[in-house]
């Protein structure tokens, strides 16, 4: 996604650039210069003897990653909010000092080679602060490095073709930016001889990838052969510099097929076990139980397979011997057959068979020694059902279960309990508690004869938030003895699948001074005390609504900056989404406390602002500024201006620009 200059933008920068142009460089021009942006950007016109007169020289040697050394020449460009403000600047030796850059500013300093000595490389950096003209400031040394090409291939396994369909990207930048796929390295494909060319800096660690998701699905369609090649949905070398030639094998990820099992249960004399009931789950999470074939003496069950399905045997009891519960987990491997890992039996545990579309084999049931309590964990959910967030546990034998050995904490959210919210309780009048992990009700069932258990949420569990199953101990059904294993919790987080649409003007700019406008937002504390806040200058945070998790990309650009009613350029980048999640915020709690409250808290997995001036809410995002300012006034402006863009996950893409007081 790119920004959208708008015109007010594009004429201030174009007046800015003129500036940097003209031969006469006075620190007069330079602040005209700035200051006429900023009416451009604010629509006011301020005070001829409130401009800003503060500006940057920009230091730095160049050397070359390999040993340290000084380039013999290159060319210096800068580039602030995507307009060129200082356009390739010649500079013979490595050392190089650019003048009149604005203060406090993100900008790109583009570093090229005149003589293709190396690769070209861009660093974000801020300007830094400066209370004067052409202020110093000294950034050390930028290193680049020749280049290296680097071939890829990567076969397809299933059918020993190259594929061709990938991309491969690379990033070389130093600091950080959203500005950064701007500047990324790109494969091409050599169609004649199947391979992917790419060029990086030789001397600096460089990570490539390519999307193994082809069809945008969500899921990847190809599987590396190692899997130190796959990072998220991305095909995917750490160390790109340290070769010149890499092949890399990977595996067409199966479509989903009906597969039959037949399992033949058989005790330690090869005698086939019935009264068994099996269940198998495929790849598409559906269940299916076993019918007995009496011919062969086998148990017969069908599942979808793609990657991936599980038979659960639960305990069960043939001639007065009682067998413990058993698992079978079939995956595909990269050859195409399959690998067969059984738990809570006898003999083979681990091994390979081959994919066909009915599968045979033959388990032997572990028998359970009589009035024995050891209790195993034969398999434990990974992951809560999606329809319910219900958890499952297999066991080894029979279990009963009590609810109050049974629990679910929410881990992120937490209880505000007031001194004045109830004169019956023990939190004393002026005191406000804070608790964490929040216990949800839940409720429980048993199956497979006993020993599978599922614990169910009462309640709908609330999106953005994080959680705890915990099962403390249960009581072997056979010996009535209460037993606590290893392997039975889960933890797991909530997607938020709100419906609220993102609106840019629900993002706030606070200072959290317990004032809004110069006044208490809180005026007395729960014992009724009179709270007396000042109005002091203080940190800046940018608040942003949880309906940014709706957006695929959303990012700010500070351009100007109000404090006491003067007005200053100032440039600053801040990426708060990225690929659809949430990037470089915190969350936070907000709860609105008069300044002299006490708060004891508890148990807190999460931070807790009480001055801000929002309204209370469980979850907000933050980023801070950099800024340090107090509350916009009516009679004295405090603000920030950003230009804006965002997209949504429906490809939407709004941009615009917003000017936010402080609150």
């Given at each position: 996604m790119k920004y959208v200059n708008l015109i007010m933008m594009s004429a201030s920068l174009c007046l800015l650039t003129a500036c940097f142009e003209v031969e006469d460089n006075?620190?007069?021009?330079?602040?005209?210069?700035?200051q006429a942006q900023n009416e451009i950007?604010?629509?006011?016109?301020?005070?001829?003897?409130?401009?800003?007169?503060?500006?940057?020289?920009?230091?730095?040697?160049?050397?070359?990653?390999?040993?340290?050394?000084?380039?013999?020449?290159?060319?210096?460009?800068?580039?602030?909010?995507d307009e060129i403000i200082q356009d390739s600047l010649v500079f013979t030796g490595g050392e190089f000092k650019i003048e009149n850059l604005p203060s406090n500013s993100d900008i790109e300093v583009v570093i090229e080679s005149t003589n293709e000595e190396f690769l070209s490389r861009v660093f974000f950096i801020n300007t830094g602060n400066s209370d004067a003209i052409n202020t110093s400031n000294d950034f050390g040394t930028f290193e680049v490095s020749i280049a290296n090409t680097m071939q890829v291939s990567v076969i397809n396994k299933t059918t020993g073709l190259p594929l061709s369909a990938l991309e491969f990207i690379a990033y070389s930048h130093a600091g950080s930016s959203s500005r950064a796929s701007k500047y990324k390295h790109t494969s091409t494909y050599d169609e004649v001889n199947g391979i992917y060319n790419i060029t990086?800096?030789?001397?600096?660690?460089?990570?490539?990838?390519?999307?193994?998701?082809?069809?945008?699905?969500?899921?990847?369609?190809?599987?590396?052969?190692?899997?130190?090649?796959?990072?998220?949905?991305?095909?995917?070398?750490?160390?790109?510099?340290?070769?010149?030639?890499?092949?890399?094998?990977?595996?067409?990820?199966?479509?989903?097929?009906?597969?039959?099992?037949?399992?033949?249960?058989?005790?330690?004399?090869?005698?086939?076990?019935?009264?068994?009931?099996?269940?198998?789950?495929?790849?598409?999470?559906?269940?299916?139980?076993?019918?007995?074939?009496?011919?062969?003496?086998?148990?017969?069950?069908?599942a979808t397979f793609g990657n991936s399905s599980t038979i659960e045997i639960p305990a069960f009891s043939v001639n007065d011997i009682d067998y413990q519960s058993s698992s079978i987990l079939?995956?595909?491997?990269?050859?195409?057959?399959?690998?067969?890992?059984?738990?809570?039996?006898?003999?083979?545990?681990?091994?390979?068979?081959?994919?066909?579309?009915?599968?045979?084999?033959?388990?032997?049931?572990?028998?359970?020694?009589?009035?024995?309590?050891?209790?195993?964990?034969?398999?434990?959910?990974?992951?809560?059902?999606?329809?319910?967030?219900s958890f499952s546990v297999f066991y080894s034998q029979q279990i009963t279960a009590s609810a109050s050995n049974l629990s679910l904490t929410n881990t992120s959210g937490y209880t505000v309990v007031k001194g004045n919210d109830d004169s019956n309780d023990i939190v004393l009048p002026g005191t406000t508690i804070i608790s964490g992990n929040v216990d949800v009700p839940v409720s429980f069932e048993t199956s497979l004869n006993n020993t599978k258990l599922t614990i169910t949420p009462i309640s709908t569990l609330t999106s953005g938030q994080s959680y705890q199953y915990d099962i403390n101990s249960l009581v072997?059904?056979?010996?009535?003895?209460?037993?606590?294993?290893?392997?039975?919790?889960?933890?797991?987080?909530?997607?938020?699948?709100?419906?609220?649409?993102?609106?840019?003007?629900?993002?706030?700019?606070?200072?959290?001074?317990?004032?809004?406008?110069?006044?208490?937002?809180?005026?007395?504390?729960?014992?009724?005390d009179v709270a007396n806040p000042s109005n002091n200058n203080s940190n800046i945070y940018i608040y942003l609504p949880s309906s940014i998790e709706t957006l695929q990309n959303f990012s700010l650009r500070l351009v100007s900056i109000t404090v006491d009613d003067i007005s200053n350029n100032s440039i600053r980048d801040y990426r708060f989404v990225r690929d659809g999640s949430p990037y470089n915020v915190?969350?936070?709690?907000?709860?609105?406390?008069?300044?002299?409250?006490?708060?004891?808290?508890?148990?807190?997995?999460?931070?807790?602002?009480?001055?801000?001036?929002?309204?209370?809410?469980?979850?907000?995002?933050?980023?801070?500024?950099?800024?340090?300012?107090?509350?916009?006034?009516?009679?004295?402006?405090?603000?920030l201006t950003f230009e804006y863009a965002y997209e949504t996950k429906?490809?939407?893409?709004?941009?615009?620009?917003?000017?936010?007081p402080v609150q």
């Open positions: 006075s620190s007069s021009d330079v602040a005209a210069a700035i950007l604010s629509g006011t016109t301020y005070p001829t003897n409130e401009t800003l007169t503060s500006t940057v020289a920009l230091t730095g040697i160049i050397v070359n990653a390999l040993d340290g050394k000084e380039v013999s020449k290159a060319n210096v460009t800068i580039i602030a909010a990086v800096p030789k001397f600096i660690n460089t990570a490539i990838r390519a999307n193994l998701d082809i069809n945008k699905d969500g899921e990847i369609d190809f599987t590396p052969e190692s899997n130190n090649n796959l990072s998220g949905n991305d095909l995917y070398v750490s160390s790109s510099n340290t070769q010149d030639i890499l092949t890399l094998y990977v595996e067409e990820n199966m479509p989903l097929a009906e597969v039959e099992f037949r399992i033949t249960l058989i005790d330690s004399s090869a005698n086939a076990l019935l009264g068994a009931e099996l269940t198998a789950t495929g790849s598409d999470e559906v269940e299916s139980q076993s019918v007995f074939d009496e011919e062969s003496e086998q148990y017969v069950l069908s079939f995956n595909m491997n990269s050859e195409g057959s399959l690998t067969v890992h059984v738990s809570g039996t006898l003999g083979n545990s681990y091994y390979k068979t081959p994919y066909l579309d009915i599968i045979e084999l033959a388990i032997m049931p572990r028998p359970t020694d009589s009035g024995t309590s050891n209790l195993e964990v034969v398999t434990a959910a990974k992951k809560v059902n999606v329809a319910d967030h072997v059904t056979s010996t009535e003895q209460s037993v606590d294993v290893n392997g039975d919790s889960l933890s797991f987080s909530i997607e938020d699948l709100s419906d609220d649409a993102f609106d840019i003007n629900e993002v706030r700019v606070d200072n959290n001074n317990f004032t809004t406008n110069g006044v208490a937002i809180t005026v007395t504390n729960t014992a009724g915190s969350t936070l709690g907000l709860i609105q406390l008069a300044e002299n409250e006490t708060i004891l808290s508890d148990n807190l997995s999460i931070n807790i602002e009480k001055g801000s001036a929002q309204e209370d809410s469980q979850k907000v995002y933050s980023a801070y500024t950099y800024y340090y300012m107090s509350d916009d006034m009516n009679n004295s402006e405090n603000s429906a490809g939407v893409v709004s941009t615009g620009t917003i000017k936010i």
